[in-house]
């Protein structure tokens, strides 16, 4: 039985036409590598894993009289372009980063190295629980200064709410990362039935990424935002690039953690807590300017 052919056969051409359509060729033969060659580079400056989150509108909070008020309600926000780490920053990244700096962490400096327990980003559940196999997992343990101490040295910066909340979410308004609805398997939440009963190396869904590619979004650790939290900040705040309050008390938190229930870790949640504190479901990742 004679196979379908992969293509047409090419039509009869007429001998002119011929010739125009060859020279049309070869300028398209000539612009076809040069095109390629754009659309496979990285855009100038692209930095290793982090994913562009082109310019735009997207809708921001939520119309959901469950939630609390300060979720409340959907706007419309513009943000400009910006990159946006892929994964939230991992105990290896942030060793090379105090290894480089000499930097020492509000917890150490505080002195929770000399204290029984010794919980630092180091030993997070005690000096006693082996950390060799968790260079993968985010770091926890740091206070938002610490986390703006390591965005900067890597030439980033702290995410503002919008910039998390678009992340998450994309443009279509969706509750998760991956969709309107949980999805049990594609976050780490509260319990083991997601192989994790405290935080996972980071990028373990394979299904859970937003429609950026941003891993992790939803659990695993709430993650440090630069804004102030300002609890009527929806009703007053900016439309384009919006930077959060003024001044405030507490910083924002996104995105929930594995000591979570699954409708905690919607991306429209806003949870706050002092910039000095740390524990062991608050992480972090960097965001950066093109
Ligand atoms: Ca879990």
């Known amino acids: 039985m004679p196979r379908k052919p992969l293509a047409p056969s090419p039509l009869p051409i007429k001998a002119p036409l011929a010739g125009f359509l060859r020279l049309r060729c070869r300028i398209f033969l000539c612009i076809v590598p040069f095109t390629f060659l754009l659309c496979t580079c990285a855009p ?10 082109a310019a735009g509108p997207f809708r921001m909070g939520l119309n959901d009289a469950r939630v609390d008020a300060d979720e409340r309600r959907v706007h419309i926000v513009e943000l400009s372009d910006f990159y946006i780490d892929k994964y939230e920053v991992t105990n ?28 630092s980003w180091r030993y997070p559940e005690g000096r006693q629980v082996d950390m060799s196999g968790r260079r993968e997992h985010p770091v926890v343990y740091v206070s938002w200064y610490d986390a703006r101490a390591y965005c900067a040295w890597r030439g980033k910066r702290l995410p503002s709410e919008a910039e998390w909340e678009k992340s998450a979410r994309g443009m279509d308004g969706r509750l998760f990362p991956w969709g309107k609805t949980f999805a049990a398997g594609r976050a780490n939440v509260w319990g083991e039935e997601d ?10 869904f ?13 659990g695993n650790v709430w993650e440090w935002c630069e804004d102030w939290y300002g609890e009527e900040y929806y009703s007053g ?16 938190l996104r995105g929930g953690a594995w000591i979570n229930r699954w409708n905690v870790v919607r991306a429209t949640n806003r949870f706050k807590i002092l910039p000095v504190e740390r524990s062991g479901f608050v992480g972090f990742r960097c965001v950066k300017t093109p």
Do not use: C, H, N, W
């Open 44 to 53: 100038d400056g692209m930095p290793a894993d982090m994913v562009l989150v």
């Open 92 to 119: 290896a990244q942030f060793a090379q980063f105090i290894e480089a700096t000499g930097y020492v962490t509000r917890a150490e400096e505080e002195g929770a190295e000399e204290r029984e327990d010794g919980i």
């Open 195 to 204: 192989g994790f009963a405290s935080t996972a190396p980071v990028g373990q």
């Open 206 to 218: 394979a299904l859970g990424g937003s429609p950026y590619g941003v891993d992790d979004m939803a």
């Open 237 to 252: 705040r900016p439309e384009v690039d919006p930077q959060g309050s003024v001044e405030g008390r507490f910083k924002v």
